[in-house]
């Protein structure tokens, strides 16, 4: 019970510029995860009522909560989350839809355990994958300087550049280990009786590629769509468009946010061939 109580504290508001209000730990940063939400619902991207959506890397359940708005509701969703302090607002964030299930673990291609790094300054940057960021200081302040500027805040333009070294300093100041349960996609495919899955969304800081590789071959005719942040890290972007691309994703899109130009991050849209 102590341990709830400590990740319920944590826990606070924010409304959204629509209005919507959300559940979340740092109200800064939830803003600006709402803010790249529109980013991902582009190059032929989309979704409407009835779909099933895989969100691996729910982080607190924004991409599904704006999901769900855009559907009526009427939707799958399953939403992958194994920070206990985060998933606290994910599962609060979602609650209202009757169609979502929150998922305690992180993905990976085979079952196991993995010890998580968690942020509390800055809860999205927790990943079991610290390692992606080692040695690019330089890359993350740029990230930083980037996100402040394309935030919705106002004050957000007037951040000042050479903070940005002492901010990359704090966001990741007081970190904490957890370990956490990691499961590969198809099991939950199997578990829960997904018969399709009309978007799968990928953002889980450096997981990428094994969480793709969790997927069996005969799973993989059931994905329609997929939208996967990337580390470009020792070729892995090319082999996870390699993938998709072998598996009949084939129009695929590679594109940086404005915001992270200077960083090895990048977004893969695919989606299977239309009439």
């Not at 799958?76 to 985060?86: H, Q, T, V």
């Not at 990943?127 to 805040?153: C, F, L, Y």
């Not at 590969?184 to 969304?201: Q, T, Y």
């Not at 800081?205 to 069996?216: D, F, V, Y």
Request: net charge negative; glycine share 8%.
């Amino acid at each position: 019970m102590a341990g709830e109580d400590c990740v319920t504290r944590s826990m606070t508001t924010t409304t959204m510029p629509d209005g919507t209000v959300v559940f979340c730990i740092r109200p800064s940063e939830a803003k600006v995860l709402d803010s790249h939400i529109e980013g991902y619902m582009t190059h032929g991207i989309w979704v409407q009522p009835g779909n099933t959506i895989f969100d691996v890397g729910a982080n607190i359940g924004l991409f599904g909560v704006r999901m769900a708005q855009r559907c009526g509701g009427n939707l799958r969703l399953f939403a992958f989350e194994p920070i206990p302090a985060i998933r606290a607002c994910t599962t609060r964030n979602l609650a209202p839809w009757d169609g979502a299930t929150v998922l305690s673990c992180g993905v990976s291609d085979s079952p196991g355990e993995a010890t998580f790094t968690y942020y509390p300054h800055a809860p999205s940057l927790s990943s079991a994958h610290t390692e992606d960021w080692e040695d690019q200081a330089d890359a993350m302040k740029h990230a930083i300087v980037g996100n402040a500027r394309s935030a919705p805040m106002w004050y957000a333009k007037l951040f000042p550049p050479f903070l940005a070294g002492w901010m990359a300093k704090w966001m990741v100041a007081s970190p904490e280990t957890i370990v956490c349960q990691l499961r590969p996609l198809s099991d939950i495919i199997v578990e829960h009786n997904v018969g399709r899955i009309d978007l799968l969304k990928i953002d889980c800081e450096g997981a990428e590629e094994p969480a793709l590789l969790g997927i069996r071959a005969d799973h993989w005719p059931m994905i329609q769509q997929a939208v996967i942040e990337v580390h470009d890290l020792d070729g892995r972007l090319d082999r996870i468009v390699a993938l998709l691309r072998s598996h009949g994703l084939t129009q695929i899109t590679v594109e940086k946010e404005a915001a992270l130009r200077q960083t090895q991050l990048s977004n893969v849209y695919a989606h299977r061939p239309r009439d």
